[in-house]
């Protein structure tokens, strides 16, 4: 029996010896990521929160939605009654104590008051595809984008929506906004991409400028594009020319992880996460990258990053998982 342990014992050394080697990135000298487990199987898909820091909300599959009082670290369920609809909320964003929520199928809402009480908007049936993104900019102001790419505005608390693209882009896998009210999507099947910005009546196609498929798209702290490709790569643009993409990054080379997203922590900090409990940072714009290895045994795949600002941050995860960014002094 001790023999057989003791064999057991040196295979497993051995593996984790293997899978060390496997990437020859840096690790962190410091882990700056708290991992919160939620009571609960879904997986998280945004977060925001009110003018209050440390009122906040976060929502995802199975249309959850927890409330935290005191920054992030502690998160109470709170359930809406949506009759027997199998929702999935897909965002959330607030504007002061007014806040919104998309969802799918097809579900808008709405509060006034922080997230005490919440109604619901009524949508056209009409309604190309199901809200996918909603982003609140000011006193019963809001726009929301569909998973379609159609985009449309409120000034009236939702009462009256104004389309502002008139074409579909078709079924997204990934949409995302600027500061500045631009868009990138990448389409379901991450064979091109297409960008939007204020003014436009169309949605402009882009074909992908290699043959691994795209996987996410944003926009930089400076204003220009990056892309997350299948096998691990990241690419950017300029600020001044978005078609001009620089050469291919790998974060980490000679993997398979998927990268699923990217955020910016500060305009030279960005952060990488993907599949398998993936996480990379870089300090300095993308030239170098460290690996967060403290966080590899959360059993998770990392699907968001957002920063609210430069000192609180999130990672979303799935089966519950959370990762709230809490730096130490050596790592702020």
């Not at 080697?21 to 990521?33: A, F, G, I, R, Y």
Request: glycine letters at 10%.
């Amino acid at each position: 029996m001790f023999m057989r342990k003791l064999k057991q014992f040196v295979i497993l050394i051995a593996v984790s010896l293997f899978c060390i080697s496997c990437s020859q990135v840096p690790s962190t000298l410091d882990n700056p990521w708290k991992t919160l487990s939620l009571e609960t199987d879904v997986t998280f898909a945004d977060i925001a929160f009110t003018d209050d820091a440390d009122h906040g909300w976060l929502v995802g599959t199975k249309a959850a939605l927890f409330e935290t009082t005191d920054g992030g670290d502690t998160w109470e369920e709170r359930k809406l009654d949506l009759g027997d609809e199998k929702v999935s909320f897909t965002a959330v964003s607030f504007n002061g104590d007014e806040g919104w929520i998309t969802g799918k199928p097809a579900i808008l809402l709405h509060t006034e008051d922080g997230g005490k009480n919440w109604s619901r908007i009524p949508l056209s049936e009409k309604l190309p595809g199901a809200p996918d993104g909603v982003v609140a900019l000011g006193p019963e102001t809001a726009e929301m984008v569909t998973n379609l790419g159609a985009i449309y505005k409120t000034d009236n608390g939702g009462k009256t929506w104004n389309a502002l693209v008139e074409g579909a882009v078709g079924v997204a896998r990934n949409i995302q906004r600027s500061p500045d009210g631009r868009y990138v999507a990448v389409s379901a099947r991450g064979n091109f991409y297409s960008t939007w910005e204020p003014g436009q009546s169309e949605w402009t196609p882009h074909n992908r400028n290699s043959s691994r498929r795209l996987q996410a798209m944003g926009y930089s702290e400076e204003g220009g594009l990056w892309l997350l490709a299948r096998g691990g790569q990241l690419q950017f643009t300029s600020p001044e020319d978005l078609e001009d993409w620089q050469d291919v990054v790998y974060p980490e080379p000679s993997t398979s992880w998927g990268l699923l997203d990217l955020a910016y922590r500060t305009p030279e900090e960005i952060w990488v996460a993907g599949g398998s409990a993936n996480l990379l940072v870089s300090p300095d714009n993308g030239e170098t990258w460290k690996k967060d290895r403290s966080v590899e045994s959360v059993p998770s795949n990392f699907y968001k990053i957002v920063f609210v600002n430069q000192e609180k941050g999130f990672i979303l995860g799935q089966d519950g998982i959370l990762l709230k960014y809490e730096p130490t002094s050596e790592t702020a």
